[in-house]
């Protein structure tokens, strides 16, 4: 039984990982739409900043990036983290949650294509 337990375990984690990673990579496969003005794969800024690193990380605290004011007073002086509400929300509809954002992206709309999204940014590895 305890084998049987263990073995049942091992294969939940397993088929968990496969998930994360498929999901990872229909989010790599959305973030295509992104990748014009961001990269996840260096800390090089571009039309946007760089989202290395992004869940986690601190509203609008890329240093050298020329936030827009609207994002500045959506960090909430820092005290606003990227995390995965937080993108959701935001991804959803930018320039509604930012008004003012210099963002000229409409959102990500279909909540499996943002979930997918967030999956690619939170581990973009896990798309390869």
Same mark, same amino acid.
């Given at each position: ?77 820092? *005290?606003? =983290?990227? @995390? #995965? !509400?937080? &993108? $959701?929300?935001?991804? /959803? ?12 992206? *409409?959102? =990500?709309? @279909? #909540? !499996?294509? &943002? $979930?997918?999204?967030? /999956? ?9």
């Amino acid at each position: 039984m305890v084998r049987y337990l263990l073995a049942t375990g091992f294969s939940v984690l397993a088929l968990t990982s496969v998930a994360s990673a498929q999901d990872a990579a229909a989010g790599k496969a959305t973030f295509r739409q992104c990748q014009a003005c961001h990269v996840v794969d260096q800390e090089q800024n571009r039309v946007g900043p760089h989202l290395v690193g992004i869940v986690g990380r601190p509203v609008a605290s890329i240093e050298g990036f020329n936030y827009s004011d609207a994002m500045r007073a959506y960090s909430e002086d820092g *005290a606003k =983290v990227w @995390d #995965e !509400a937080t &993108l $959701a929300t935001y991804l /959803a509809d930018p320039r509604g949650v930012v008004p003012g954002t210099r963002m000229a992206f *409409a959102g =990500v709309k @279909d #909540e !499996a294509a &943002l $979930a997918n999204l967030i /999956a690619y940014l939170s581990d973009p590895a896990a798309a390869e």
